[in-house]
T-cell receptor
Framework: KQEVTQIPAALSVPEGENLVLNCSFTDSAIYNLQWFRQDPGKGLTSLLLIQSSQREQTSGRLNASLDKSSGRSTLYIAASQPGDSATYLCAVPGSGNTGKLIFGQGTTLQVKP | DAGVIQSPRHEVTEMGQEVTLRCKPISGHNSLFWYRQTMMRGLELLIYFNNNVPIDDSGMPEDRFSAKMPNASFSTLKIQPSEPRDSAVYFC?????????????FGNGTRLTVT
């Protein structure tokens, strides 16, 4: 059974710092991994989708990497800004190709001005 | 595109009442998902439709929950009768293709409170 873990659960950094969020999954037989952002009272916004054949994906100040063999992904945020404050979740497809995504519990990030 | 649209945004009801949540997916998307989010359990998939057909409803907690997708632009999630433990935020999401192969787009959710 696929399980997704995100560490740390919460993170507080001063503005301008570079930071890394971690995601680990137990079943490495995945074909992609997605990172999402959730603002309070809102739905999730897809940030990056990495296919299993890719090592990383970049969007602006965000860079996500995927290491299937070790069951890990990281989300790197460069030059953090207060507007980056949100909860970040990673998700991988469940087994059986049913379309189900298994989500981690998320990392809540606070960037202080 | 307006994105995934859910209604109502908030619903407060008494135990035993019927609750109906509504969702309009992004036009052209052929996969639709209903998720439930709570502090204790995080995000849980309730049911997944592909081309209006339910593919995986293993996450539907009990017979009190039912979901329909009568056409490509509309889906409902119904709880009858509702119970306090059903209190959560219910999200609808859609994607261009299923299987997690394309990004998932979420609505803003319906916050359900059952008293």
């Amino acid at each position: 059974k696929q399980e997704v873990t995100q560490i740390p659960a919460a993170l507080s950094v001063p503005e301008g710092e570079n930071l890394v969020l971690n995601c680990s999954f137990t079943d490495s037989a995945i074909y992609n991994l997605q990172w999402f952002r959730q603002d309070p009272g809102k739905g999730l916004t897809s940030l990056l989708l990495i296919q299993s054949s890719q090592r990383e994906q970049t969007s602006g100040r965000l860079n996500a990497s995927l290491d299937k063999s070790s069951g890990r992904s990281t989300l790197y945020i460069a030059a953090s800004q207060p507007g980056d404050s949100a909860t970040y979740l990673c998700a991988v497809p469940g087994s059986g190709n049913t379309g189900k995504l298994i989500f981690g519990q998320g990392t809540t990030l606070q960037v202080k001005p | 595109d307006a994105g995934v649209i859910q209604s109502p945004r908030h619903e407060v009801t008494e135990m035993g009442q019927e609750v109906t949540l509504r969702c309009k997916p992004i036009s052209g998307h052929n996969s639709l998902f209903w998720y439930r989010q709570t502090m204790m359990r995080g995000l849980e998939l309730l049911i997944y439709f592909n081309n209006n057909v339910p593919i995986d409803d293993s996450g539907m907690p009990e017979d009190r929950f039912s979901a329909k997708m009568p056409n490509a632009s509309f889906s409902t999630l119904k709880i009858q009768p509702s119970e306090p433990r059903d209190s959560a935020v219910y999200f609808c999401a859609s994607s261009l293709v299923g299987g997690g192969s394309s990004p998932l787009h979420f609505g803003n959710g319906t916050r359900l409170t059952v008293t």
